[in-house]
């Protein structure tokens, strides 16, 4: 179906583009309410699900259990207060839907006038295209009748069907003229009282926010102060300190032994020096004897005389002299060569 076509020589082009303009704009902004509408809707439901699972996440417990579990001791009071402010804050979220209600039913009223103008104008161009008809009509009909005038034809049809055209064209002027004086009165009131109107909803909207802020006033401090503080006296487990153990191999403890100061050779006067002392562990016991007779040997608190005669003179320390040398040094036939 084809819309109506405007007509020509319109005085109210220039409205006409700026009404169109405010109808498109009334539109995005009656969305935007819409979805502030639905947004705040869902939000409600928000703040008391974030309370619940902020809660069983500090205290899986609560989730479970049949009585309410806020006065419990070992619970922190902070996730109790916090319930307690997202409660606030969903009531007063469902008072707002009421403010912003009245933004959505001013917004509607001057939707819906916009709509009517547009309707008049669309009426006033099917007005002004059914004049222009009935112009060229009844002109066309002038002109038959008059033919037959100057030819003395029988023009009592002719004139008749003249007349009944130009009332119909009278009507349709008539009709006209007053959708053109309605149009305009109304096209300029409307664009005329824009900033009104917007304000006023501007102003409803101005009521819902303010709303928001005032009925969560009372949740400002526990938000900002209370909560903060119960949460650090929130106290958490002091973890023990590990200490080193031992190094083990196998089955046995390995401890270190430092080797004495001076070590002779039955026999011989070479000192160990310094650079060359090493350190003795301890052997594996097992179900060999001789492990355990050489771990006797090491470790014996008197002095001792070992398999290849070293003799150990600090009664807290020991070493042994390998098999088969004859001297310890820096010889080439040194202990700590042998290592």
């Known amino acids: ?180 004086r309605s149009v305009s009165r109304d096209i300029t009131d409307v664009l005329g009282r824009r900033q009104k109107d917007v304000g006023d909803i501007v102003q409803a909207l101005s009521q819902y926010y303010a709303s928001m802020v005032t009925q969560n006033q009372e949740c400002v401090e526990p938000l900002t102060q209370s909560i903060p503080a119960l949460v650090e006296k929130i106290s958490t487990p002091q973890l023990a300190v590990a200490t080193p153990s031992p190094v083990v191999q196998g089955n046995a403890v390995l401890p270190r032994v430092q080797t004495p100061e001076v070590i002779r050779q039955q026999g011989s006067d070479v000192e160990l020096p310094t650079d060359e002392r090493s350190t003795e562990p301890l052997l594996p016991c097992n179900d060999n004897g001789g492990a355990e007779r050489t771990n006797k040997v090491r470790t014996a608190p008197e002095k001792i005389e070992g398999a290849a005669g070293a003799c150990v003179t600090n009664v807290q320390e020991h070493v042994r002299k390998p098999k088969g040398v004859g001297a310890i040094g820096k010889s080439a036939n040194s202990y700590s060569q042998l290592q």
């Open 1 to 180: 179906m084809f819309g109506v076509k405007e007509f020509d020589q319109d005085p109210l082009v220039r409205e006409r583009k700026d009404l169109l303009d405010y109808n498109s704009k009334l539109l995005q902004l009656s969305a935007e309410i819409d979805h502030i509408t639905t947004d705040q809707q869902k939000v409600n439901t928000r703040y008391l699900n974030v309370a619940r699972y902020a809660r069983e996440a500090a205290d899986p417990a609560s989730s479970t259990a049949v009585e309410p579990t806020a006065g419990r001791k070992d619970i922190s009071p902070a996730f109790a207060l916090f319930s307690q402010q997202m409660s606030h804050f969903n009531h007063s979220g469902e008072n707002s839907i009421t403010a912003i209600g009245d933004a959505r039913s001013k917004i509607d009223r001057l939707d819906g006038r916009v709509k009517t103008l547009r309707t008049d104008l669309t009426d006033r161009d099917r007005a002004h295209g059914l004049v222009k008809h009935y112009e060229v009509k009844t002109e066309e009909l002038q002109k038959k009748y008059q033919q037959k005038m100057e030819n003395g034809s029988k023009s009592d049809s002719a004139k008749e069907k003249l007349d009944r055209n130009l009332v119909k064209f009278r009507e349709a002027q008539e009709n006209c003229d007053r959708l053109d």
